[in-house]
C-alpha cells in the first residue's frame, strides 16, 4: 500500500525518532531549531499560522531514511535500484486530500503559507522540499526538486541553473516565448522525493518510479489552473508557471547542500496562480545541509550500480559518502575480472557530476574507512591506477569550478579523478594475504578469565 | 507602499544589506506583514546585489 507524509511521521514517531514541539513557534526560528534537535522536529503551533503545523529534519540521517526506505542502511542503495527495475504506474483520482482547499485569484498569497526563514545569508525565505512537475509535447512529464525563494506574494525564484530535464523543458518553452506551467507538491512521502532527485531517463516518468519504491501506484490528482498532476496526499501544492524570462533573475545566496553558502544566481521567476493544501496542513521543511545529503546518497548510488551493471561489471557495496554530500563521491567495491577496475571507473564517473570514484575489491569493506585507506595504501601506484578525466559537466555550487566566471545561464565544467583500488593485475594474491593469528579459532580469551 | 516596506527602501538606501539583516531589524514586525512588505519593496524593481549578496539599491 502506498505510504503518506503522514504515514512517515507516524513510523518516526513510533521509532522515537520525531520530537513533537507544543509551544508556537516563529517561522524565522524554526531552523536553528531544528538544528539543535537530535529527532525530526514537528511543531503543532506556528505563530501567526494557525491551523499550520511544520516538520523539518526528517531524514537528517541515514538511519532515519532507512526507515523511510523499509531497509537497513547498509541497503539503502539496493533497495532504491531494486525499484527503478519495477515501475508501477500511477492512478489518476478525481478527489484529493491536497485540494481540500483552494485558493485562487488575490487569495492565492504565498504568504498565506509559513514560509521559513532559514540560513544567516539566505537571499530571502525558502521552500526547499519540493517536487515540482512539468510537461514537453514531446518528451512527457518530468518530475524534479528545486528550492523556491519567496520574492513577493505571488512569485518565487528557482533555481534552475543546473543542467536538469526541467530545464530542457523550461528553454524549449523559452525558444516559443511561452511560459513553462508547472506545479510544486510540499509534504510528500521520501520515496516521492527520492524519485525526484533521481535523474531518470528524460522519457522515464518519475511518478512511477515513486510507485515502484512504494511497492503501489501513486494516486495523482489534476491540478485546478495548470495541465499537469500531482500526489493526491501531498500536504500543499503551488501552481503556476515558470515566466519566458531566461535566467534573469537575482537568485540566492542559499545554504546549500555543499554546506556552503552559496552565491547568487541568475534564474527564472516562478508566479504562483492557485494554491492548494489540506486541511489541518503540514508544512514540511529539508533542512540542509544533512536531509538534503542523505536523500542524495541513495540516488546517486542506485545511479552508480546501474551504471556499473550497464558496463557489465558485478558491484558488491557502493557508497556515496556524506562527507562529499552523497552526490560528489562514490566508491565501490566490485567482484573483478582483469581490466574491470578501470571500466567500473569510468562508469562510476558517468555519473552526474561524481567528480572523484574510486573502486575496490570484494573482500574490502568500502563502510570501514580503515579497511578503504588499506586498500588504497597497498593496491594503488599512482601512475598506472589513477585516471584524469578533465572537461566534464560540474555543478555551480562547487566553488572550485569558479562558476561565477560564467555568464548568466552559463553552466560549468570540472576535472574527474578516479582511483583504482583493486588488486593490480600480474600481482599474485598471495602477496595480499592478511595476517592471521596463531591459534585464532582453538584458544578463547574467556576461558583465561 | 506600506510604511514598513518604506522603512525598509530607507534602510537600504543607507547601505547595502543582508535579508537576514532587514529581519533582525524587523523582529518586531509580523513575518506576515515583513513578507508582505519584503514583497512590495522586490515589486518596486529598485533592488540590486552586490557581490555578497546583500540588497542594494540600484542607481538610477
Known amino acids: 500500500m502506498k505510504k503518506s507524509f503522514r504515514d512517515f511521521l507516524n ?48 531524514v537528517s540521517t541515514r538511519k532515519r531514511l532507512a526507515l523511510a526506505m523499509g531497509s537497513s542502511e547498509n541497503e539503502v542503495a539496493m533497495r532504491f535500484e531494486a525499484s527503478l527495475d519495477r515501475p508501477i504506474e500511477p492512478i489518476l483520482v478525481g478527489n484529493a486530500p491536497c485540494q481540500e482547499v483552494v485558493l485562487e485569484g488575490e487569495d492565492a498569497d504565498l504568504t498565506a503559507i509559513p514560509y521559513p526563514l532559514m540560513h544567516v545569508r539566505d537571499g530571502g525565505p525558502y521552500i526547499s522540499a519540493t517536487c515540482v512537475v512539468s510537461k514537453d509535447p514531446e518528451y512527457g512529464r518530468n518530475v524534479g526538486s528545486y528550492r523556491l525563494m519567496y520574492r513577493t506574494p505571488t512569485e518565487t525564484g528557482i533555481d534552475l541553473v543546473s543542467p536538469s530535464d526541467m530545464r530542457l523543458y523550461y528553454q524549449r518553452q523559452l525558444d516559443r516565448g511561452k511560459p513553462l506551467e508547472i506545479a510544486v ?27 515502484g519504491l512504494h511497492g503501489a501506484p501513486l494516486a495523482l490528482v489534476k491540478c485546478r489552473s495548470v495541465d499537469l498532476e500531482v500526489p493526491a496526499d501531498a500536504e500543499l501544492v503551488l501552481e503556476g508557471e515558470l515566466l519566458p524570462i531566461g535566467w534573469s533573475a537575482d537568485e540566492g545566496p542559499f545554504g546549500e547542500f555543499s554546506h556552503i553558502t552559496g552565491d547568487v544566481k541568475w534564474n527564472p ?86 567528480k572523484l570514484a574510486i573502486v575496490t575489491d570484494d573482500d574490502i569493506n568500502i563502510h570501514d574507512p580503515d579497511d578503504l585507506d588499506w586498500a588504497l595504501t597497498f593496491r594503488v601506484q599512482a601512475n598506472r591506477d589513477v585516471i584524469i578525466v578533465e572537461g566534464a559537466r ?51 580469551l574467556e576461558d583465561y578469565l | 507602499m506600506s510604511p514598513l516596506a518604506e522603512t525598509i527602501l530607507r534602510e537600504l ?48
Not at chain 1, 416 to 431: S, Y
Request: aromatic residues 10%; charged residues 30%.
Open chain 1, 11 to 58: 513510523e518516526l514517531e513510533k521509532a522515537g525518532e520525531l520530537r513533537r514541539v507544543k509551544k508556537a513557534v516563529d517561522l524565522r526560528d524554526v531552523s536553528a531549531l531544528v538544528a539543535q534537535s537530535r529527532e525530526a522536529a514537528f511543531f503543532e503551533t506556528l505563530a501567526e499560522y494557525p491551523g499550520w503545523r511544520l516538520a523539518g529534519g526528517l
Open chain 1, 185 to 211: 507538491a510540499i509534504g510528500v512521502h521520501p520515496f516521492e522525493m527520492l524519485a525526484a532527485s533521481y535523474k531518470a531517463p528524460i522519457d522515464m516518468d518519475e511518478y512511477w518510479i515513486a510507485g
Open chain 1, 269 to 354: 521567476i516562478f508566479r504562483v496562480k492557485c494554491i492548494t493544501h489540506r486541511y489541518q496542513p503540514i508544512f514540511y521543511f529539508l533542512q540542509m545541509p544533512w536531509e538534503n545529503d542523505w536523500l542524495s546518497a541513495p540516488v546517486t548510488e542506485a545511479a552508480g550500480l546501474r551504471a556499473l551493471r550497464n558496463a557489465s561489471i558485478k558491484p558488491v557495496a557502493i557508497k556515496a559518502p556524506v562527507g562529499s554530500c552523497g552526490y560528489w563521491t562514490l566508491i565501490a567495491s566490485i567482484r573483478k575480472r582483469p581490466g574491470e577496475g578501470k571500466n567500473a571507473l569510468l562508469a562510476l564517473l558517468s555519473v552526474a557530476e561524481v
Open chain 1, 394 to 444: 560540474g555543478k555551480h555550487v562547487d566553488p572550485s569550478v569558479r562558476a561565477w566566471e560564467l555568464g548568466k545561464g552559463g553552466l560549468p565544467t570540472t576535472a574527474k579523478l578516479g582511483i583504482d583500488a583493486t588488486i593490480p593485475e600480474g600481482i599474485p594474491k598471495k602477496f595480499y594475504r592478511r595476517l592471521e593469528y596463531y591459534g585464532r579459532d582453538r584458544v578463547k
Open chain 2, 13 to 60: 538606501h543607507a547601505e547595502p544589506r543582508q535579508f537576514a539583516e532587514l529581519v533582525d531589524a524587523h523582529r518586531d514586525a509580523k513575518w506576515r506583514d515583513f513578507l508582505r512588505a519584503w514583497g512590495e519593496v522586490r515589486a518596486a524593481d529598485v533592488l540590486g546585489r552586490d557581490e555578497d549578496g546583500r540588497y542594494l539599491i540600484k542607481s538610477a
